[in-house]
């Protein structure tokens, strides 16, 4: 994993240490009952940490290898659509993450995006 102080540490600008590291965003809230209407993620690091009940957030552009992670801190399930109407999430149009977990979303190819989950410590 490669951890930002170290980047910096090694001479990168903070610029180039956010596009080889990524970012971070707290006290999302997510909006919407649609792919079009959800709330869309710019950020590596996400947690979520309002979802009324049917609110869901969208995964950015699918590029391979891109990798999103996402906190549901909620108090309801979170819905998770891809960014493109013809990008699948485990080879359906959504996915959802359950209320206190955490899912991690890689894409393996352009219009194809997979999810595991798993319980917050």
């Given amino acids: 994993m490669t951890i930002p102080s170290r980047v910096l540490g090694a001479g ?7 596009a080889i590291c990524g970012d971070g965003v707290d006290d999302l809230t997510a909006t919407g009952s649609t792919q079009a209407t959800a709330l869309q993620l710019t950020h590596v690091y996400n947690s979520v940490d309002v979802t009324p009940s049917g609110s ?3 995964l950015p552009p699918t590029e391979m290898g891109a990798v999103i992670y996402i906190a549901n801190s909620g108090a309801h399930a979170l819905t998770v659509y891809a960014h ?8 359906n149009p959504s996915a959802s993450v359950a209320r206190d977990h955490v899912s991690i979303f890689f894409a393996v190819a352009n219009n194809k995006w997979y999810g595991v989950a798993g319980a917050k410590a």
């Avoid at 990168?12 to 956010?18: C, D, G, R």
């Fill in 12 to 18: 990168a600008s903070a610029l180039s240490t956010v």
């Fill in 56 to 58: 869901g957030v969208r």
């Fill in 84 to 91: 493109e109407a013809s990008t699948t999430i485990n080879q």
